[in-house]
C-alpha cells in the first residue's frame, strides 16, 4: 500500500467511526418506576429567541418546534424586547407560551420572565433593572454567566436580591467544547443530530459560582437553550444547524407543580413562575434518556418536602433521590458543592448537618451531569431569617438636602432643550404643580423618530453653569410623572480628556405618578466615555441635566415630568 492510499485508509477511518458511533447511538433506556407525590409535573424550555430580535424562526415556528419536543411550556425572551406579548398563552398545539426578555445590562445580561409590558425601557444599570423586575413581580436570571465573550460574560455577582442563575446555556456549551468536537459534531449531525449536539455538551463551569452563590441565599438554577435557529453566514447563505427542534430536544427544566395545567394561562403562568421561584424544578438533559420521572425530597417528623423547600435540622432528616432513572446511572448528593454520598439509585442518606444540599445523576461515558436539582435546605431559624435577608432587595437610599440647587420657585436656571424631531415645553415652570402646591419644573415631550440626520431624539431639561458639590454626596430632588417612565440625570464635568472637553456622568431614575423624593449618590453615576480618567470632579460640575431619550422611551412616546426640591446632601 502506498503512502497516500495509506493516508487515505486512515483518513476514511477517522472519519467514518464517529459517523458510524452516530447512527448507531440512541438514548438510554429507563427503569420502570410509579412514582407516589403530590405534585404535577410539566417541562418547559428557556431563552429562546425569534425574529422579535435575532431568532431565525418566527414565534410560530418556535411553537411548533417545542410542542414536537414534548414540552408543555416555552419561555421566549428575545432581547430587550417583549414584543410577543399579546400572543403569550396557549395555542393549538396546547403548547403554554411565556413572554419574557433578555436584558442586556452593564453587567451582563439578565433573562427577565412574568412582566408586563412596560411604558419604559429598562435601564443598562442592574441594580435598576433587578428593581423594576422584583417591582414587577417578575423572576430574573444571570444568563450565560461563564459565556467566553466579554460583555456576555455576569460580572454581576454582587448585586443583591432574589435572582437565579442559567446554570445551563446552550451557546456556552458548543462555544467552549473546541474546534476539534465542532468539525466532528458537524460531520455527524445530518446523521443523528441529537447526538452530535449532545457531544458537545461538557459539565458546565456556571456550577461552582452557582455553589458559591448558595452559600448565602436561596438561588434557583435554570437550563437555558440560548436557542436562535439557522444562522445566516454571509448574504443569503444560512448554516442549516441547528434546527430549534434539535435544540429543544436536548435539555428541559423539570418544574413540580400544585394541580395539573388547567388550560387557563394566567394561572398556569403564574403556577409555573412560582415553582421556579421556589426552586422546585431540576435541569434534565432529555436529550440522553428522558428526564421526567426523577425525585429528591427530605423527609422529618412526619413532613415530606422537595427541592427548594427549607427544613430545620433534625436527628431523623433522611434525604432520598431516585426515580425512573437508566441502570447505569450514578446518583451523587452534594453538600455546599462538596460530594457527601454516591450510589446506584435510590440513594438515601440520614443528616443533621445543616447546609444545601443538591443532586447531579452522571451517566457513564458523558462529562455533562444528566439530571441537576435545585437545592432543598436544611438550616435553623437564625440562618434561614439570614439568607432571606439576603434574598431580599436594599431599602431605598433617603437623605435630607444639605443646600436646595433649585427650588423653582422665583426663577431658575434651567431651560428645556431637544433635538429637531422632538418637540418639548417652551415654559420651565409652573405654578401648583409642584407637590405642597409650588412651583415645580416640568418637561412636556413628545419624542421624535430617529432619522439618518437625528439619530438620537431627545427631549431635556439643562442647568448650565459651573458648580462646586464636591462637599457634598449625592443630589435629592422630587420627581412625578403622567405615567411610569425611566429617563436620565446627568451630571457633567469639565475633563480635557473628554469630548469637547465635557465629561457626561449618568444614572437612571425612575418616575411615577405620585410624588417621589429620590436619593442619588454620586457613586451611583457612570460614565458614557470610560476612555477618560474615570473619575466624577464634583468640583468642576458644569451642567446638571434631566434627559428623556430613547435609553428610557420608545420613539413617539409623549408625555409630562415634573421636578422640584433640586438640593444636595
Known amino acids: ?26 438514548p438510554l433506556s429507563i427503569s420502570e418506576v410509579t412514582l407516589s407525590e403530590k405534585f404535577a409535573r410539566v417541562s418547559g424550555l428557556a431563552h429562546v429567541h425569534t425574529t422579535y430580535s435575532d431568532g431565525s424562526g418566527t414565534l410560530e415556528d418556535v411553537q411548533l418546534a417545542a410542542a414536537a419536543s414534548n414540552a408543555d411550556f416555552l419561555i421566549v425572551t428575545d432581547h430587550n424586547t417583549l414584543s410577543g406579548k399579546a400572543k403569550e398563552g396557549y395555542n393549538d398545539t396546547g403548547l403554554l407560551t411565556i413572554i419574557g426578555s433578555e436584558i442586556s445590562i452593564n453587567e451582563g445580561h439578565i433573562l427577565a420572565v412574568g412582566l408586563p409590558v412596560q411604558p419604559y425601557r429598562f435601564s443598562a444599570d442592574g441594580l435598576d433593572t433587578l428593581e423594576d423586575i422584583h417591582g414587577s413581580h417578575g423572576l430574573a ?24 442563575i442559567e446554570v445551563v446555556n446552550g451557546d456556552t456549551q458548543w462555544r467552549t467544547a473546541g474546534l476539534i468536537n465542532l468539525v466532528f ?61 434539535t435544540l429543544f430536544g436536548l435539555v428541559k427544566n423539570h418544574v413540580l407543580i400544585d394541580q395539573p395545567l388547567s388550560g387557563s394561562a394566567v394561572p398556569d403562568i403564574d403556577a409555573i413562575l412560582n415553582a421556579l421561584r421556589q426552586g422546585r424544578s431540576y435541569i434534565g438533559i432529555d436529550g440522553l434518556a428522558s428526564a421526567d420521572r426523577f425525585y429528591f425530597v427530605a423527609e422529618s417528623e412526619g413532613r415530606t418536602g422537595t427541592m427548594g423547600e427549607t427544613f430545620a435540622p433534625a436527628n431523623d432528616l433522611l434525604l432520598k433521590a431516585g426515580g425512573a432513572l437508566p441502570a447505569a446511572a450514578i446518583v451523587r448528593l452534594l453538600r455546599n458543592g462538596q460530594e457527601v454520598a454516591a450510589s446506584p439509585p435510590p440513594l438515601e442518606l440520614s443528616t443533621s448537618e445543616t447546609g444545601v444540599y443538591r443532586i447531579e445523576v452522571d451517566l457513564p461515558g458523558w462529562p455533562i451531569p444528566w439530571i441537576l436539582s435545585n437545592p432543598i435546605y436544611i438550616f435553623g431559624e437564625q440562618t434561614q431569617n439570614k439568607r ?46 409642584g407637590p405642597d402646591g409650588s412651583f415645580a419644573a416640568h418637561i412636556d415631550f413628545e419624542l ?12 431635556s431639561l439643562v442647568s448650565n453653569g459651573t458648580r462646586n458639590l464636591s462637599s457634598f454626596q449625592g443630589l435629592v430632588f422630587s420627581v412625578k410623572s403622567d405615567r411610569t417612565y425611566r429617563f436620565t440625570l ?42 477618560t480618567d474615570g473619575r466624577f470632579d464634583p468640583d468642576a460640575t458644569e451642567a446638571i441635566v434631566f434627559l428623556v431619550d430613547l435609553g428610557g422611551v420608545a420613539p413617539g412616546t409623549a408625555g409630562t415630568i415634573w421636578i422640584d426640591n433640586l438640593g444636595v446632601y
Not at 6 to 25: D, G, K, N, S, Y
Not at 141 to 163: K, M, S
Not at 205 to 233: K, M, V
Not at 406 to 428: A, I, Q, Y
Request: glycine share 4%.
Open 185 to 245: 459534531s458537524t460531520l455527524m449531525y445530518p446523521f443523528n443530530p441529537t447526538y452530535a449536539l449532545l457531544r458537545l455538551m461538557s459539565r458546565p463551569s456556571a456550577l461552582q459560582a452557582w455553589d458559591q452563590t448558595l452559600h448565602t441565599r436561596h438561588t434557583t438554577a435554570l437550563a437555558g437553550a440560548d436557542a436562535h435557529g439557522p444562522q445566516q453566514i454571509a448574504g443569503p447563505l444560512r448554516l442549516p444547524l441547528p434546527s430549534y427542534k
Open 141 to 164: 436570571f444571570a444568563a450565560h454567566p461563564e459565556h467566553p465573550r466579554n460583555g456576555l460574560r455576569w460580572t454581576g455577582w454582587e448585586l443583591p436580591g432574589d435572582w437565579g
Open 388 to 433: 432571606a435577608q439576603a434574598s431580599r432587595m436594599p431599602d431605598p437610599i433617603e437623605r435630607q438636602a444639605a443646600i436646595i440647587l433649585d427650588n423653582f420657585e422665583t426663577g431658575t436656571t434651567f431651560e428645556t432643550v431637544s433635538d429637531e424631531t422632538s418637540t418639548v415645553n417652551s415654559l420651565t415652570t409652573t405654578p401648583g404643580s
Open 448 to 459: 421624535g423618530t430617529p432619522t439618518p440626520d437625528n439619530p438620537s431624539p431627545f427631549a
Open 1 to 26: 500500500m502506498t503512502h497516500r492510499a495509506a493516508l487515505c485508509l486512515a483518513t476514511t477511518i477517522i472519519f467514518a467511526v464517529p459517523v458510524v458511533r452516530a447512527l448507531l447511538w440512541h
Open 490 to 531: 446627568q451630571l457633567r464635568d469639565k475633563n480635557t480628556r473628554a469630548p469637547e472637553q465635557r465629561e457626561i456622568w449618568s444614572a437612571s431614575v425612575k418616575s411615577t405618578a405620585t410624588w417621589t423624593q429620590v436619593t442619588l449618590p454620586f457613586s451611583r453615576l457612570r460614565s458614557v466615555s470610560p476612555q
